[in-house]
Nanobody, 121 residues
Framework: EVQLVESGGGLVQAGGSLRLSCAAS????????IGWFRQAPGKEREAVSC???????SSADFVKGRFIISANNAKNTMYLQMNNLKPEDTAVYYC???????????????WGKGTLVTVSA
């Protein structure tokens, strides 16, 4: 059984930082495209950043220069370092695994349950 377990969410002031983790079991993260989506209240789920199987990264424009995705293959864990957080970054952040970084909710094979990030003004 594949499980993706997120951690690291919480409440932070604008301009602050958080580091999210996604621990995977039942799959090897270096054989999948693995990344993050987020869903803000009343909005659709959107792609944030994704690690491709070739080692490259696909990221949304709104996080470039602020969020850094990385992985520790030995720990089978992926991370999202989020810096200079803004109130509009408030959302539930979901870990996701798919065959390639499509950025499309419908193509995701596995989801975590999510971790809430709240950024206060």
């Amino acid at each position: 059984e594949v499980q993706l377990v997120e951690s690291g969410g919480g409440l932070v002031q604008a301009g602050g930082s958080l580091r999210l983790s996604c621990a995977a079991s039942g799959l090897t993260i270096d054989t999948h495209a693995i990344g993050w989506f987020r869903q803000a209240p009343g909005k659709e789920r959107e792609a944030v950043s994704c690690l491709r199987t070739d080692g490259g990264i696909s990221s949304a424009d709104f996080v470039k220069g602020r969020f850094i995705i990385s992985a520790n293959n030995a720990k089978n864990t992926m991370y999202l370092q989020m810096n200079n957080l803004k109130p509009e970054d408030t959302a539930v952040y979901y870990c996701a695994a798919e065959r390639t970084c499509t950025g499309t909710v419908e193509w995701v094979d596995y989801w975590g349950k999510g971790t809430l990030v709240t950024v206060s003004a």
